[in-house]
C-alpha cells in the first residue's frame, strides 16, 4: 500500500489524479504493465455500466398512498421490467430504495437499517411530497420533515401522488446520474419551470418568498373571527362577553340494559346528552367485568383527552377523561361508553386483565397523552421512540417540537 505526499502548496491536482489516492491496491500498476490489459478492460468497463444502469433492482419502502403508484408502475400499463427494474423483497439483493410515502420518526430508524443492509453501490429516490418534505404532516409531531434528513437522496419525484409515469422519469434520470458516475462526471441539474409550476402547492407555506403577502393577511384576519365551533371563554377587556348560540345536538342512542347497570349497580343515574356518563375510576374495572358477563365480549376502544387548566367565566381545573367502549357482538349490536375523570399525575385500572386488546390502546394514551394505567404488564412507548420527550396529544405540547436526529 503506497500513500501519496501532499501536494505543494499553491499547486491544485487535477480532478482524479491518481497520485492524490490515498490508497493503492498492490495489484494496480502490475496488472497495468500487462500488454493489451488496458484495452480489454475499457470494454470490459462499459459492459459493467450497461449492466449497472439497466438492472435497477428496487427494496420498496411503501408507507402510504405513494406506493399504490408504485405498484402501478409494476403493472402492465408502464413495466419497469421492460428497463431490468425488478422489485425486491430483500434489501441485501436490492441497490435502489424507492422512499414512497410519510416516514414517521417511529419508522426512521427501520428505514436507515434496511438501508444499510443494502450493498454497495446503491441509490435512494425520494417518491412523492412526503418522502420528500413531509409535504402535508411536516409540522406534526410524529413526522420527519424529508428523508433526506436520514439518507442521503439521488433522484427526487415530486407529486401528491407522483404517477407511474414520474416514477419511470426518476428512473431514467437515476441511470443517467449512474452513468455519469461510472465515466467520473455529475449530472447537470434538470431546469423544468413548467414542472415546477404543476408541482407548486395552491397555497404556499408561510416564509416561502413565492407567497402571496394577501394570503397571509387574510389567514391572519380570519383567525380573528371565532366561529360557534371555534367560541372560546375568553372576553374582551373592554365591553360585553360574546355569546354564541350552541350547536344542536342529539343525544346518542343508549342500551336500555347498560342504563339499568349504571343505575342498579354503581349509582349513575346522570346521562349527559353529549357524552358518555362518568363512572367512579375505582370501580370502572369492576364496571367492566359485568358488561362482559352481561354479553359485552369486544373492546371497541380506549381514548383519553387533555383537558388544560381554564380562567375566565367557565374556570375548571387541568383534567384527563379517559373513555371506554364496549360492543356486544353479532346481530344488533349495542354498544355501552362510560368515562373515567382523572387528574393530572393520577392513575386509572388497566382492562388488560378483563379485555387482552386493551393492552395496545392503554399503551398508546400513555405514549400520546401521559395517561398512567395502575397494574399495565408493559407499560411503555408504542408510536414514538423511546427517549422522546413529552406526551404530543397534550394540549399544552407544542406540535413543531424537535426530536433529534429525526426532526
Not at 15 to 28: G, I, M
Not at 150 to 157: C, S
Request: charged share 25%.
Amino acid at each position: 500500500m503506497a500513500m501519496s505526499e501532499d501536494p505543494p502548496k499553491g499547486k491544485k491536482l487535477p480532478l482524479y489524479d491518481e497520485s492524490a489516492l490515498p490508497y493503492e491496491h498492490p495489484l494496480y500498476k502490475p496488472l497495468l504493465s500487462v500488454p493489451g490489459l488496458s484495452v480489454a478492460v475499457a470494454p470490459l468497463d462499459m459492459i459493467l455500466q450497461w449492466g449497472m444502469t439497466n438492472a435497477l433492482w428496487i427494496f420498496p419502502m411503501a408507507t402510504s398512498c405513494c406506493g399504490i403508484e408504485l405498484m402501478a408502475a409494476a403493472a402492465s400499463r408502464v413495466d419497469l421490467d421492460r428497463m431490468g427494474t425488478i422489485v425486491r423483497a430483500t434489501p441485501r439483493q436490492a441497490d435502489v430504495m424507492v422512499v414512497a410515502g410519510t416516514i414517521t420518526v417511529k419508522m426512521a430508524p427501520r428505514v436507515k437499517t434496511l438501508w444499510e443492509q443494502m450493498p454497495e453501490p446503491k441509490w435512494c429516490i425520494a417518491m412523492g411530497s412526503c418522502a420528500i418534505s413531509g409535504d402535508f404532516y411536516r409540522n406534526l409531531y410524529s413526522v420527519i420533515p424529508g428523508i433526506d434528513t436520514v439518507l442521503p437522496v439521488d433522484v427526487y419525484i415530486p407529486g401528491c401522488p407522483p404517477n407511474p409515469e414520474g416514477l419511470m422519469h426518476g428512473l431514467m434520470r437515476l441511470q443517467e446520474k449512474v452513468k455519469l458516475a461510472r465515466e467520473g462526471g455529475l449530472p447537470t441539474r434538470e431546469e423544468n419551470p413548467a414542472l415546477l409550476d404543476l408541482t407548486r402547492p395552491s397555497v404556499m407555506r408561510f416564509k416561502d418568498p413565492a407567497r402571496d403577502p394577501s394570503v397571509t393577511l387574510a389567514q391572519e384576519e380570519a383567525a380573528l373571527h371565532a366561529t360557534a365551533q371555534d367560541s372560546s371563554d375568553e372576553r374582551p377587556i373592554d365591553g360585553p362577553a360574546v355569546t354564541f348560540a350552541p350547536a344542536e345536538v342529539r343525544a346518542p342512542e343508549v342500551d336500555g340494559e347498560f342504563v339499568a347497570i349504571l343505575a342498579s349497580e354503581f349509582g349513575v343515574t346522570e346521562l349527559p346528552k353529549d357524552a358518555p356518563p362518568i363512572v367512579e375510576a375505582a370501580r370502572h374495572v369492576e364496571l367492566a367485568r359485568r358488561l362482559r358477563a352481561a354479553g359485552y365480549r369486544q373492546l371497541v376502544l380506549v381514548a383519553a383527552t387533555h383537558y388544560p387548566e381554564k380562567t375566565g367565566a367557565k374556570a375548571q381545573a387541568e383534567r384527563f377523561e379517559v373513555t371506554y367502549g364496549l360492543r356486544t357482538v353479532g346481530a344488533r349490536s349495542r354498544v355501552a361508553l362510560w368515562r373515567v375523570c382523572l387528574a393530572p399525575g393520577e392513575a386509572v385500572d388497566t382492562l388488560v386483565g378483563v379485555f387482552a386488546g386493551a393492552d395496545w390502546q392503554e399503551r398508546e394514551q400513555f405514549d400520546l397523552l401521559g395517561v398512567t394505567f395502575a397494574g399495565h404488564p408493559d407499560l411503555r412507548r408504542l408510536m414514538l421512540s423511546g427517549d422522546w420527550q413529552g406526551h404530543p396529544l397534550r394540549k399544552d405540547y407544542p406540535a413543531d417540537k424537535a426530536c433529534a436526529p429525526w426532526r
